[in-house]
């Protein structure tokens, strides 16, 4: 066989007592996409940040066509044409794509106009699309990304890693990515993509590699894989994959959305006419293309965001009146037990600080309405060991900063904490972004447990095989419309499909 792209022996990294990487081998070769999959916290992202130069092992080789080298910084991957794409952008906001992609490189005399027609060939040979004319901040994730991709392309990158790049994707703009890799590929380049996704590595990949607890468990052909062989290997016993979904008993309408329009700070109408119903110890799930309405939506519920017309009515089981949620603050309306868990595209953004430890993010949350300013550790740190141990989070101990944890062990802390203020109403919005597939299971039977305590669910996600198997009902929008409201037990998924882009629609449909 061919020489490999790039190969790593032996290699070994550790953080304090944490062993990140232990012994791990890896092969790479030209004009291949190679997988590599393994559990929250399993080392994915150590390792590739030791290909890129962010990390230097502490013991191991790593040979590039054949020939040891010595990565010790950025500069000297690209030198020896590596590229990586993080799950945190590097770009300026203010600048626009060639201003970016030219970075570093641009020293006065540059001709930045044939920059940037040499740009706009490297994206028509692969077919990326740019908007030269936007700055970053103008820009979806999705284009941020291209701008990133086709950034390591112009410097030479011939090997090319993705750390999770589909995690804040939709599935559309998943699949015009993977036709980009597959061009690349087909032009020799070699690329490697984490993906928690099964389905996307069966999808794209030729080969997969699997680390387990930091450790290098083996490699398997794609074409000899399927969801069950790679869980296995993943998680070291079989797994089994199935959601239940209980009959809800004693429904009660808990949340009532009637008619709600909703202006952005543009002024651009961005919910029209919506109305539905959540009831308690049920799981209503929201589908939608992202950008849909769904954040309005569910901020508007919270009190993030003002609405300009219709009502959100709240039954309250405690004093047994409606109460219109639209009069209140939002930490009135926590207070009443409606809970939000938003996981945006950036983790760190919302809801958690990464320089401090577990337990006070517990407290960020949770123990706000103590009794004055003495807080009490305690039960924080009760809070943080019970999700530690009931979502097995990989963490040293409470004590580690939050931005110390993979990423998706910083997930699991943020959605843990909002399931654990027992609260009435749960809204959870991608919960499982970024979550291997064993904790997506243990956040979806959470869900579960929820409802069947008779909390109303709301459950906003991605993946439709998911919606049918877990929610109740769920409801469709599109472009800020409900577009349909079906029975998760009956409902197909290309109806669904349909109706996430069934366009305009003079809906505001009631509830059944
Ligand atoms: N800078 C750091 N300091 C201390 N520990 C770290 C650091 N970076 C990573 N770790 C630890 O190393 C282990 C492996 O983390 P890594 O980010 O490589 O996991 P991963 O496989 O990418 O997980 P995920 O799927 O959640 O992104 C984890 O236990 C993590 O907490
Ligand atoms: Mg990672």
């Given at each position: 066989m061919a020489c490999p792209a790039i190969e790593l022996r032996g290699i070994t990294k550790t953080f304090g007592h944490v062993i990140a990487n232990q012994n791990v081998d890896l092969v790479v070769y030209r004009g291949e996409i190679l997988s590599i999959l393994g559990e929250n916290g399993s080392g994915k992202t150590t390792l590739m940040n030791m290909i890129s130069g962010i990390y230097y092992p502490d013991e191991g080789h790593i040979f590039i066509d054949g020939k040891e080298v010595t990565i010790s910084s950025p500069k000297d991957a690209l030198d020896l044409k590596i590229g990586m794409i993080h799950q945190h952008f590097k770009l300026v906001d203010v600048f626009n794509a060639t201003e970016n992609i030219v970075l570093g490189i641009n020293d006065g005399k540059f001709d930045i106009k044939k920059a940037e027609s040499d740009i706009k060939a490297t994206c028509e040979k692969y077919g990326f699309e740019i908007d030269f004319t936007k700055k970053i901040y103008e820009m979806s994730v999705s284009e941020k990304q291209t701008v990133e991709i086709v950034k390591a392309i112009y410097k030479g990158a011939d090997i090319l890693i993705l750390d999770e790049p589909t995690a804040v994707l939709t599935p559309q703009e998943t699949n015009n990515l993977f036709n980009v890799l597959r061009k690349m590929k087909d032009d020799g380049k070699s690329i490697i993509i984490i993906t928690h996704k099964l389905h996307e590595v069966l999808d794209i990949s030729d080969r997969v590699s699997v680390l387990r607890k930091g450790k290098y468990i083996g490699t398997i052909n794609t074409s000899q894989a399927n969801e069950s062989i790679l869980t296995e290997m993943m998680v070291g016993e079989k797994i089994s994959l199935d959601i239940e979904r209980s009959t809800p008993h004693d429904s009660v309408d808990r949340l009532l959305i009637k008619g709600v329009d909703l202006y952005n700070k543009e002024g651009v109408q961005v919910l029209h006419d919506i109305s539905f119903t959540a009831k308690s110890g049920e799981i209503l799930g929201i589908a939608g293309i992202?950008?849909?309405g769904q954040r309005e939506l569910l901020e508007a519920i919270a009190g993030l965001q003002k609405i300009s017309g219709g009502e959100i009515l709240y039954n309250n089981p405690k004093t047994n009146e409606t109460e219109d949620l639209k009069d209140k603050t939002p930490l009135q309306i926590r207070n009443l037990g409606v809970r939000l868990s938003f996981v945006p595209?950036?983790?760190?953004?919302?809801?958690?600080?990464?320089?401090?430890?577990i337990v006070d993010n517990m407290m960020l949350r949770s123990y706000r309405k103590g009794k004055g300013v003495f807080l009490e550790r305690k039960k924080p740190k009760q809070l943080a060991d019970k999700i530690i141990e009931d979502l097995q989070?990989?963490?040293?101990?409470?004590?580690?900063?939050?931005?110390?944890?993979?990423g998706g062990n910083v997930q699991k802390v943020l959605v843990g904490r909002e399931i654990a203020s027992s609260p009435t109403v749960l809204m959870a919005a991608y919960p499982v972004r970024g979550l291997d597939i064993n904790s997506s299971y243990t956040i979806y039977n959470l869900l579960n447990d929820q409802k069947e305590k008779g909390v109303a669910v709301i459950f906003v996600g991605e993946d439709l095989d998911v919606l049918i198997d877990l929610c109740d009902r769920i409801l469709v929008i599109c472009g800020g419309r409900v577009t349909g409201i079906v029975n998760g037990r009956e409902a197909k998924k290309e109806e669904i499909g349909l109706l996430m882009t069934k366009g305009h629609f003079t809906g505001g449909d009631s509830n059944e």
């Open positions: 992202s950008g849909s595209e950036d983790r760190l953004g919302m809801g958690l600080v990464g320089n401090m430890d989070v990989v963490t040293p101990d409470t004590k580690t900063p939050v931005r110390k944890l993979s």
